[in-house]
């Protein structure tokens, strides 16, 4: 993500910025993933949570991909332990622009997680650059249809970053994201044009 670390900045806060405009309520958890995994926030609510800034997110080192879901999901299931009632909408998105190189969690054990929460009716986006986000995702059992492949580019960066926005939108809105649209995949295609 060096090659586009202020691109990367700007659409996580412009993805908070859509998401505050949005009616009712949400919480969101930052996962920081290179060699290690590191939790910028956890459950905070979409109207306090922090922008990215150069001190809270700087690319380096591998990709630790999977050990970065499992350290999200879970932090999802503590963060609903302390809840009284289940949060209507749980998505998880994974934007990453390196292939797993770093983790000591095996990739079957990451599959069951995913499995067993989808089947709980959580959502899974997976959106990445440098790689077939298809292919990757499914090896974890990500749906192909939540999947982007990302342009690492500025545009291509902010266009992930909108059409997250659109498809958490979506989910807050109808409860579901629908997964990814023609649209999201053709303005990553038109961006490295």
Known sequence: MQSIEDDTRGGFNSFLTDQRAEEGQATVTLVDFDTTVDITYRGRDIEEAPELTDAA????GQTALHDAIVTAIEQADTQFDKRDT????????VLTDGKENASETPKATVRKMVEAR???GWEFLFIGANQDAALTAGEIGVDK??????????EGTQAAYDSASQRIS???????????????RSRQKNADQ
């Open 118 to 120: 989808q089947e709980d």
């Open 145 to 154: 249809d939540r999947t982007l492949n990302m342009d690492a580019s500025s």
């Open 86 to 93: 289940p949060p209507e909408n749980v998505v998880i998105v």
């Open 170 to 184: 979506n989910a807050r809105a109808e409860g579901t994201t629908d997964g990814f649209t023609d649209e999201d």
């Open 57 to 60: 997110y700087t690319p380096s």
